[in-house]
């Protein structure tokens, strides 16, 4: 990673914006990612970083959260800009509105937080639920964002199923296209069902993944693979918690995170 400036030193509790943003786009490698959304600093607000929010989405109530809770740098999975220009009118406008009033720093990061083998919302799902052996997994733009491994011990899909439950605090759809016990597991966040395919060619029996899509829902069947719906919120947590926190224990910023769920 590349080291912070010699001049005018940060002091604990407190970072100057550029640094901190030099040092995550080095620690997340956003520029190895082909990503229609635009990774990385989408707003420039405060130069300086005391405190930080974290937030799955960017949206009006993010923000606003954001801007009265003191943040000065909002960090999000899914940021503002997504490839195609957007008029600065209506929602999208407010949106601008509410952070640049509140001097707020915005940093998305989409992909590269999906993929991170530290922080990132598949292996810290993969820890969380005791896989082992765990490889990267998922194929999408030329980088593997998700992640593969086994589970340690015999274990039904139903009981899989609650395990996954518990940890996200929703009740799973289960498609149970495979077999009654679930071994090799495969979790790629969000939407994730278009990996059916590669999980089957793996010999994987499980996709753990965020919403389903119509057009793969007979592929868990055909496909034979067991296919857990976890929500695409839902799975998408624990990237910006897991980034929050360690900003807190590389830099001594206090953070929050916001929770928005979509239900979706």
Not at 188 to 216: F, Q, W
Request: some cysteine; charged content about 20%.
């Amino acid at each position: 990673m590349r080291p912070m400036s010699d001049a005018s030193p940060n002091t604990p509790g407190e970072v100057r914006r550029d640094d901190l943003v030099a040092w995550l786009n080095d620690y997340l490698q956003i520029g190895e990612f082909r990503d229609v959304s635009l990774n990385g600093l989408q707003i420039e607000g405060t130069p300086v970083i005391r405190r930080v929010a974290a937030s799955v989405d960017t949206s009006v109530k993010t923000l606003q959260h954001a801007a009265d809770s003191g943040a000065d740098l909002l960090l999000v999975h899914h940021g503002l800009f997504w490839g195609k220009p957007l008029p600065v009118t209506g929602p999208h406008r407010e949106r601008l509105r509410i952070a640049i009033q509140a001097d707020l720093n915005l940093y998305a990061a989409h992909l590269p937080l999906d993929a991170h083998a530290d922080v990132g919302n598949n292996a810290m799902m993969a820890r969380a639920l005791s896989l082992q052996n765990v490889t990267p997994f998922g194929e999408f733009a030329g980088k593997k964002i998700g992640v593969a491994g086994e589970v340690p011990f015999e274990l039904s899909l139903q009981d899989f199923a609650d395990r996954v439950q518990k940890l996200t605090g929703e009740i799973c759809l289960v498609h149970g296209g495979g077999g009654p016990t679930v071994q090799r597991v495969g979790i790629c966040s969000g939407e994730g069902s278009d990996r059916i395919p590669e999980a089957a060619a793996l010999g994987l029996d499980t996709l753990l993944t965020g919403e389903p899509a119509h057009k793969h829902f007979n592929d868990a069947f055909e496909y034979g693979i067991n296919v857990v719906y976890a929500g695409h919120y839902e799975t998408e947590v624990f990237g910006v918690r897991a980034l929050a926190a360690k900003l807190e224990d590389q830099f001594g910023l206090p953070w929050q995170f916001l929770h928005h769920p979509t239900g979706l």
